[in-house]
């Protein structure tokens, strides 16, 4: 799990974590850097908790509250983390990824295992039981949520050196050839370009 924890900002910036076409990645990497945490960990939580979906909200019966938006965050946390005004802006990708990830790095702070500030993300505080994660009923749903973080953050992370050792080898290619400007999708993949190509966030696998 450390490769997923705490990095410097020179580092996290420099590595180019996040492929651009992870939806929101631009962002992602900016907040996340911000708080030393890298960002295929974060893109793992968001791709878990909402398929990217800015718009997603779910009742939490349990604890008499509503999560919302990308990372799912409940208004009570939310306000902890110092939200003002109405809860709606939890819709707002940024203000959702910035308080989202300011409470994974308090949590990272407080277990600097990853795996458990995953657990404690989901389920408050990490409880281990019969060699795994469990909920406050003694449940192993943690457990498969931690997992699944996990998987998302490990294909964000292969993606992105899949797709940067890919364009390396094209600017090869075209330095040989001899052409003086580089590949659209070179630069693209450097400068972290707008939603104009984000995929079909509806085609991600479940």
């Given at each position: 799990?450390?490769?997923?924890i705490?990095?410097?900002?020179?580092?996290c910036?420099?590595?180019?974590?996040?492929?651009?076409?992870?939806?929101?990645?631009?962002?992602?990497?900016?907040?996340?850097?911000?708080?030393?945490?890298?960002?295929?960990?974060?893109?793992?939580?968001?791709?878990?908790?909402?398929?990217?979906?800015?718009?997603?909200?779910?009742?939490?019966?349990?604890?008499?509250?509503?999560?919302?938006?990308?990372?799912?965050?409940?208004?009570?946390?939310?306000?902890?983390?110092?939200?003002?005004?109405?809860?709606?802006?939890?819709?707002?990708?940024?203000v959702?990824?910035?308080?989202?990830?300011?409470?994974?790095?308090?949590?990272?702070?407080?277990?600097?295992?990853?795996?458990?500030?995953?657990?404690?993300?989901?389920?408050?505080?990490?409880?281990?039981?019969?060699?795994?994660?469990?909920n406050?009923?003694?449940?192993?749903?943690?457990?498969?949520?931690?997992?699944?973080v996990?998987s998302?953050?490990?294909?964000?992370?292969?993606?992105?050196?899949?797709?940067?050792?890919?364009?390396?080898?094209?600017?090869?290619?075209?330095?040989?050839?001899?052409?003086?400007?580089?590949?659209?999708?070179?630069?693209?993949?450097?400068?972290?370009?707008?939603?104009?190509?984000?995929?079909?966030?509806?085609?991600?696998?479940?």
């Amino acid at each position: 799990m450390n490769w997923m924890i705490h990095q410097s900002v020179a580092w996290c910036l420099s590595a180019h974590l996040l492929s651009p076409t992870v939806p929101y990645s631009h962002i992602i990497t900016q907040i996340s850097c911000r708080h030393h945490i890298n960002p295929v960990l974060v893109a793992g939580i968001v791709a878990q908790e909402s398929r990217f979906d800015p718009s997603k909200r779910r009742i939490e019966e349990r604890i008499h509250d509503v999560s919302l938006g990308l990372m799912q965050i409940t208004t009570r946390t939310a306000r902890w983390m110092g939200l003002q005004g109405p809860i709606t802006k939890l819709y707002d990708p940024v203000v959702n990824l910035t308080l989202g990830v300011r409470y994974l790095a308090w949590l990272l702070q407080k277990h600097p295992y990853g795996a458990d500030a995953v657990a404690a993300y989901n389920a408050g505080r990490p409880r281990w039981r019969h060699g795994g994660y469990v909920n406050s009923q003694g449940a192993h749903t943690v457990e498969r949520y931690v997992v699944r973080v996990i998987s998302w953050a490990r294909h964000f992370h292969l993606q992105s050196e899949r797709e940067a050792q890919e364009m390396v080898a094209l600017e090869k290619n075209q330095r040989k050839r001899g052409l003086g400007s580089l590949d659209n999708r070179l630069l693209a993949w450097f400068d972290w370009p707008p939603g104009t190509l984000y995929p079909d966030v509806g085609r991600l696998p479940h």
